[in-house]
Nanobody, 124 residues
């Protein structure tokens, strides 16, 4: 059974940095599509990054491109999200997600397994 646990969230000032971790168990990490998402109060879920299972390469949402970096560590079954130059509008609950087959595709995404989320709050 796939199990995902996020950690590393917290309160940070605007312009600061934070690194989130997502530790997975119950599946072979490198065989899965992985992704980071966030959801702010009153807003819909937003894709932050999608990581291709075969190449490990990541795509990013426009709002975080150039500021956030996602890295997969298959040895330790951990997915990281390095967040730099944080802005108040980055405040949200951050989730990692996994899917054995689909993940992100042009125009959408499908992930079957989600973590419980970790809260990131950026003060101005």
């Amino acid at each position: 059974q796939v199990h995902l646990v996020e950690s590393g969230g917290g309160l940070v000032q605007a312009g600061g940095s934070l690194t989130l971790s997502c530790t997975g168990s119950g599946f072979t990490f490198d065989d899965y599509e992985m992704g980071w998402f966030r959801q702010a109060p009153g807003k819909g879920r937003e894709m932050i990054s999608c990581i291709n299972w075969s190449t490990g390469s990541a795509e990013y949402g426009d709002s975080v491109k150039g500021r956030f970096t996602s890295v997969r560590d298959g040895v330790n079954n951990t997915l990281y999200l390095q967040m730099n130059s944080l802005k108040p509008e980055d405040t949200a609950m951050y989730y990692c997600a996994a899917d054995a087959k689909i993940g992100c595709y042009n125009g959408g995404y499908h992930f079957s397994d989600w973590g419980q989320g970790t809260q990131v709050t950026v003060s101005s």
